[in-house]
């Protein structure tokens, strides 16, 4: 133990310490300030003023007093204790310096609160340090806000538990304007917290008797002076060094006479209060985040009924009717979990709640009678992985809500049936997005497999900004996943605007969706990927600006608050493991309602370097300063580094180099192993062609989200070939058409996404028999040996590196083989064995009608038990129409087997044509199209022949007049017609010409 004069550099086991600067200290007189290494925490006071004061208050039994020994110091400054002279203070020494030294120390004294004043005597130098005090005590005190280090809960918060006749003071006085107090006894207050220290804010008044409260943490019991000259928010009760977890606390009032009170609660920085169960939660606590009862990864079924509450989360909440088997499932990525419901004693008195196979129970009973927001079930230490939940009744009779669910901060709410990644997608399954657009353009889609924002409405708009689902449902004959948006993702946009952009065709726009590199980071390496910084704030560690946690005030990020910036500014490094090659950078600013928006990056630099020393630029630029918005770099790299560095030049604190911040930053290269494509949807030429996209997949309200509001379709109306088809409106099965140039909100854009594989590799693990492949969900067994095509088509992986970390779990670990396919086409649910996919059949030149007067007709014949339909192109092949049924022609993409089967024309069609003389014009060429499909394999679809009717061109030239006439055509010297006076008629063929030509009759019947 130390003595007087000896050096105390930290306070000793038993102790803590409060520098000079403590707002709790005051001083009278003349102080100056001194600043060196050698003083606790760099900085003293000092002065030379007799009859100069400290003073303060404290609550313990001990007391060390800190300053510095020197040999012009002062020898007899007074030590006061509840106005009581206790000890002089001689900082006198005639050796060398001390500092910081032990220069008083008084134990013994009675437990609670003491006043102390150090007076100076004489004009030496007196300094003065800090102060200890045992580490039951603590300083006291007027603290009208949370010191550095610390938060304020005010009483109102509904983490409180008032058991008794407690009451509400009004006053300036008080923190935040109110105070509970009451003279009961028994009168009690709980609550929960996590943290490693807790303060009790009250009042303090000579109207109460001395240690008239008690508080209790995790079971130990302690008392709390409130006696004293009136003072408001003074600090009552201090407690620190707990352990850092989860602490339930009471205070009570134990004495007759008096009051206790209570006005807030200060805990640390980075704890929070915790709600217990049958508590209202308006707003997610610090480290949740809130997902809503209308969030679209809930899965309700059953019967549901939308209730709209000003006491429920976000004024709605969803409750299941008292009869069928209702349900509600989701999965979560996360940690822990929380149900909030609407409480009532006649609600669900024992639902079941399933997570990950584990089944236990709760009761909507619980809480303040018909309030929302009611915390009915909380499963915390999980484990950190996806978890599956399922919630339903186990009688029926009874009535219970959702309002809303609660996971980790960093967690993420998913649909039971969503996959992150493109490889895990098969019929049925789905994967979100992110789409953001202007008024009549059309937007940018990002982040697939991502959850950047709240869902888009069903409803849409025009200016879009929001995510969605792609839900796959079919592969097509050439091998792509086509997968169609679950709601309208923009309204008030038109055909043309589609058309122009390159949706509206059969072939669709190709789109870029880039893969970010960094996993989503749960703490500072993930997957492989390390992050680190020059420098953060408390819990704002840099591994947080890629967590993809960017919703709600709670979100996580990397910050940086008061650390001078090493040259080059303040960095985030991210390390890969192994050379990526990067060009792509997406970054988020603060949100204004976090109070940070002006420490938001501005000026920023990248850097690569393959061995974290020699960095080499790769491109700069500068963070708009918007509120809560993504901003994308694309730039030009040619070559590949190991580490990126992120350099902060400035931020929008006044350009500080010393305060920044980043909510969320991605880096990706604009290689995948997938081609993406976009277009609109076909929805059938009228309204009994069912053989279209929209009537073979939109086949249910809840899942589409129709909600009456029209889709763009890439059909054109059979019966007027300016307007196009429109799905959706006023029902969802219901068919209508509109002009290529409507805007209104009640049409929108729903688009059909595409997805070809680049690298057909596709692989599966042996593991002893079991053939196996890893998806998100873990290891799955899809069959036994030996495998087969359908098991690589369906299942097979198309990169082993997802998987290697978790060869260790399979059972055969000694003896795995690698299986390998190369499928070259996936399988098309549209066609049945032995059905060939269509063909598209083209005439290679033209038919020339140059030697043709008129075309009389044209007739193709042919045998259609599947589907055959014909286009023709009258400029060699350059474009191809197809005459529609209002009589207008269309051009038709004979590229696309969509468009082509949609536009084109029958047989029939082609048959009616009258008009085959004005169409092919002056160029006098023709050519045609066809489409062959087969429904089954025992369809027969064939083309047999073309016939013409026409007036060859030229005139006929008559015989010398006699009894029998003879006709020859000008430009067939070969073709000869007799006609004969007694009515009959010969066709004449031969060889030669003119009228000494020898020719062949042939007996052609008689008129």
Known sequence: MATVGERLLTPEEGWVRYDHTSSFIKYTGTWETETGSWNYGGTSTYTSTGGATISFSFSGTQLRIIGGMFNDRARATEVYIDGVLRGTINEHTTGSPVSPALVFNLEGLENGVHTVQIKTVGTKFFLFDAIEVNTQGFLVGQLESPQKGWKRYENSITQFHFHGNWKTEINTVHSGGSAITTSTIGDKVTFKFNGTKIRLISDRNTNRERNSTKITIDGITETVDMYGSPIGKYLSYEKSGLENTIHTVEIEHVKTGGFTTLDAIDIDDTGTLIASIGQRLPEPELGWKRYEQDDQALSYSGTWVVQTSNTSSSGTAIYAERTGANKVRFDFYG??????????????????????????????????????????????????????????????????????????????????????????????????????????????????????????PASSSASSNGDGYFIMVDTDHQGKKVLLADRNIQNNISWDVLNTAGVASGSGLPLEILEDLVPTMTGQTTDGVTITASAYSANDMPWKAFDNNVLGQERSIWYVNGTEAPVGGHWIKVDFGSQKNINYLSLIGMKISTGYLNNSIKDWQLFGSNDDSTYESVTSGTVPNNE????????????????????????????????????????????????????????????????????????????????????????????????????????????????????????????????????????????????????????????????????????????????????????????????????????????????????????????????????????????????????????????????????????????????????????????????????????????????????????????????????????????????????????????????????????????????????????????
């Open 335 to 456: 940690t822990k979990l929380r149900i909030l419901g609407v409480a009532n004693s006649g609600y669900h008195p024992n639902l079941k709640v399933v997570i990950s196979g584990v089944e236990e129970s709760y009761s909507a009973t619980i809480g303040s009678q018909n309030q929302g927001s009611i915390l009915q079930y909380e499963k915390l230490g999980l484990e950190l992985k996806r978890h599956s939940v399922e919630i339903s009744s186990t009688v029926e009779g009874y009535w219970w809500y959702i309002d809303g669910i609660d996971i980790d901060a960093n967690g993420r709410l998913l649909h039971p049936d969503e996959v992150t990644k493109v490889n895990d997608l098969e019929v049925g399954k789905r994967i979100r997005f992110h789409y953001s657009a202007t008024s009549g353009t059309v937007g940018k889609f990002s982040d697939l497999g991502m959850e950047i924002s709240k869902f888009i």
């Open 628 to 1007: 809560d918005a993504k901003f994308v770099y694309e730039f030009i790299n040619n070559k590949s580094y190991r580490y990126y560095r992120i350099n902060v030049l400035t931020s929008y604190n006044n350009y500080s180099t010393t305060q920044i911040a980043i909510v969320e930053a991605e880096l990706a290269e604009r290689k995948h192993d997938s081609a993406f494509t976009f277009r609109l949807p076909t929805g059938g030429v009228n309204s009994t062609d069912k053989d279209n996209e929209w009537d073979k997949y939109i086949t249910d309200d809840q899942i589409w989200n129709n909600v009456n509001h029209g889709s763009w379709t890439s059909t054109t109306d059979q019966s007027n070939s300016k307007a196009r088809v429109i799905r959706g409106y006023n029902g969802l099965t219901n068919w209508t058409s509109g002009s290529t140039d409507l805007t209104i909100p009640a049409r929108g854009f729903r688009p059909v996404l595409t997805i070809e594989p680049i690298n057909n590799n596709r692989f599966l693990i042996l593991d002893g028999t079991d053939v196996k492949t890893y998806t998100s969900s873990g290891w799955e067994t899809v069959g036994t040996t030996p495998p087969t095509d359908d098991m690589f088509l369906n299942k097979g992986m198309l990169d082993l590196s997802t998987c290697a970390p978790y060869l260790k779990d399979l059972k055969d670990k000694s003896n795995l083989k690698i299986l390998v396919s190369k499928p070259k086409r996936e399988p098309t649910v549209a066609h049945l064995t032995g059905v060939p996919v269509p063909r598209i059949v083209k005439m290679k030149n033209d038919t020339s009608f140059l030697g043709v007067a008129k075309i009389n007709s044209l007739t193709l014949s042919g045998t259609e038990k599947g589907v055959l339909r014909v286009a023709i192109s009258t400029d060699s092949g350059a474009t191809w129409e197809a005459k529609q049924k209002d009589g207008s022609w269309t051009t038709v993409d004979v590229t696309t087997p969509i468009e082509f089967k949609e536009k084109a024309m029958t047989i029939d069609d082609f048959n009616s044509i009258s008009e085959w003389d004005e169409k092919i014009g002056q160029a006098r060429n023709l050519r045609c199209a066809f489409y062959f499909e087969q429904s089954s394999s025992a369809d027969e679809t064939s083309l047999d022949s073309l016939t013409m009717d026409v007036d060859l061109l030229d005139s006929w030239d008559m015989a010398m007049p006699g009894v029998d006439y003879k006709y020859g055509y000008n430009r067939n010297t070969n073709l000869r017609v007799l006609l004969l006076s007694n009515g009959d008629y010969k066709i004449n063929v031969g060889s030669g010409g003119g009228s000494g030509s020898t020719l062949t009759e042939v007996d052609g019947g008689t008129f």
